[in-house]
């Protein structure tokens, strides 16, 4: 009895499956794309999240570009928020369209019956291979989503930034300047002025006075200074201390250009070096 030429022998592995012939299947889609198909089934048949997303983008865009520009932002911030709602409109023609005709596709099937299907779809209108099968762009609720979320990203840091800048002191003591032309003596007057890059309501400044000549009596302890802002609209009380002491005061409002003036009283035959020791704008 002789074995068949056609067996196999035992222990051989067999043959890989044959590769079935046609096209190659699609890829699978991305983690984004599937977010979107789902981002936009979501928009589609739920009206109210449609409605709560529309209220976010809007709120979102104008509140910020509002509020930007109220803190003094560029006039092209206007633009920005002008693109960012038509990159809105766009992505809200689609998606509406898409609602329409979803709810036609719905009545149609309801007419004709819930035993009859579509070629090739399912109970719930997706097609047998897992694809959305409605023709309509995956970027629609990419831009509904995005939108905000990058006005979000972009403005809250900026904001916070600009929050934190503005809580901070401006330093003045190498800006403000005082009209000398030499030494100071007693009832003389000095202009003291600067301008700072921020507007504060509250002025901090210290005067240092020193002999002019090192050689004479020592004469600066003694002097006073009565020192006078001169603000827009506020009238403030001038105050005298000794010249080592620092002065404050309240302005009224915030104010960005400091004038102040320095009335000195100091000894009989005293000459003075005046000099800023420090200021800043709280």
């Known amino acids: 009895m002789t074995a068949d030429v056609d067996e196999e022998p035992p222990g051989r592995p067999s043959p890989p499956p044959a590769r079935p012939e046609g096209p190659d ?56 928020t002008a693109g960012a709602l038509l990159a809105f409109a766009g992505a809200m023609l689609p998606l509406i369209r898409g609602r329409g005709q979803h709810g036609d596709e719905q009545r149609g099937r309801g007419q004709h019956g819930d035993g009859q ?56 003591t190498n800006d403000l300047s005082l009209k000398l032309d030499g030494p100071v003596e007693d ?12 507007a504060k309501s509250r002025l901090t400044v210290t005067f240092t006075v020193t002999e002019f000549d090192p050689a004479s009596p020592v004469c600066a302890p003694a002097s ?35 004038r102040l003036t320095v009335a000195v009283r100091a000894e009989r035959n005293c000459r003075l070096n005046l000099s800023v020791d420090s200021a800043r704008l709280d």
């Open 117 to 172: 299907r579509g070629d090739g779809e399912d109970g719930d209108g997706q097609r047998g291979d897992g694809q959305d099968g409605d023709g309509q762009p995956l970027w629609p609720p990419l831009i509904l989503a995005v939108t905000p979320l990058a006005v979000l990203l972009v403005g809250l840091p900026a904001l916070g930034v600009k929050t934190y800048l503005e809580s901070r002191p401006v330093d003045l």
């Open 224 to 258: 006073t200074l009565t020192v006078t802002p001169h603000s827009r609209g506020a009238r403030i009380t001038p105050q005298t201390r000794p010249s080592d002491e620092t002065f404050t005061f309240d302005l009224g409002a915030d104010r960005k250009d400091i």
């Open 25 to 80: 299947p699609p890829p699978a889609a991305g983690v984004l794309a599937r977010a979107a198909d789902r981002v936009r089934a979501l928009l589609r048949d739920n009206t109210w999240v449609l409605a709560l997303m529309i209220l976010a983008n809007l709120v979102v865009i104008l509140g910020a570009g509002a509020l930007w520009y109220a803190l003094g932002g560029d006039v092209t911030v206007v633009g920005v």
């Open 187 to 198: 009832r003389d007057v000095v202009t003291a002025s600067a301008h700072a890059d921020r």
